[in-house]
């Protein structure tokens, strides 16, 4: 978990926060202070720097609340909301029927897992290809989907191996619970 700061806006420019962690922290007014540059920023400018892939924590300025999920996820809505989102109906209305639910806290390290996969994954490609435009990329992502498939589908298939184990030990343990309930009632099952 990130430290917080309790540095006052009057920090000093150039200043870093724990260790190279950027602090922004959140006023009353919804303004966004960057306690390193000692500037106001935006959300666009806190997604230039998760871009770049800054360390960033956001802080209410008054209580010391961390608040960087909340402006990450209205960095993302904003995103979804303008141009080509990259989440489906389909896709949100699955998340959200994960909430609440027993695999709740499965499905956010399968996703991270995924992702980072995904990322390791462009990573290589970009080192390997670094000066392609955007449209040779696009044009080689089209052909790659096969590829792509295949390549997710391996990485999907030992997921769905560990949530059938998961399932399969959760009925044993259902019904084991279930059979010493009756059996201290005195019924069989």
């Given at each position: 978990m990130p430290v917080k700061s309790s540095a006052n806006p009057s920090k000093s420019a150039g200043a870093s926060d724990s260790g190279g962690m950027r602090t922004i922290k959140k006023y009353p007014n919804r303004r966004l202070y960057d306690t390193q540059t000692s500037t106001y920023v935006t959300l666009a400018e806190i997604k230039k720097l998760v871009m770049a892939a800054a360390c960033v924590v956001v802080v209410d300025a008054k209580t010391g609340e961390d608040l960087t999920r909340s402006i990450l996820l209205q960095i993302i809505l904003e995103e979804e909301s303008a141009g080509v989102p990259m989440f489906s109906e389909a896709v949100l209305s699955n998340i959200i029927r994960f909430y609440g639910h027993a695999m709740q806290g499965h499905m956010g390290s399968y996703l991270e897992n995924h992702v980072q996969s995904f990322m390791d994954w462009q990573s290589k490609l970009g080192e390997s290809s670094p000066n392609l435009s955007p449209e040779v990329w696009a044009q080689f992502m089209k052909w790659q989907t096969?590829?792509?498939h295949n390549m997710f589908s391996g990485l999907a298939n030992p997921s769905q191996n560990v949530m059938a184990q998961m399932q399969e030990q959760m009925q044993k343990?259902?019904?084991?619970?279930?059979?010493?309930?009756?059996?201290?009632?005195?019924?069989?099952?």
């Open positions: 096969p590829l792509m343990q259902i019904q084991k619970n279930t059979e010493q309930m009756l059996g201290a009632l005195g019924l069989k099952t």
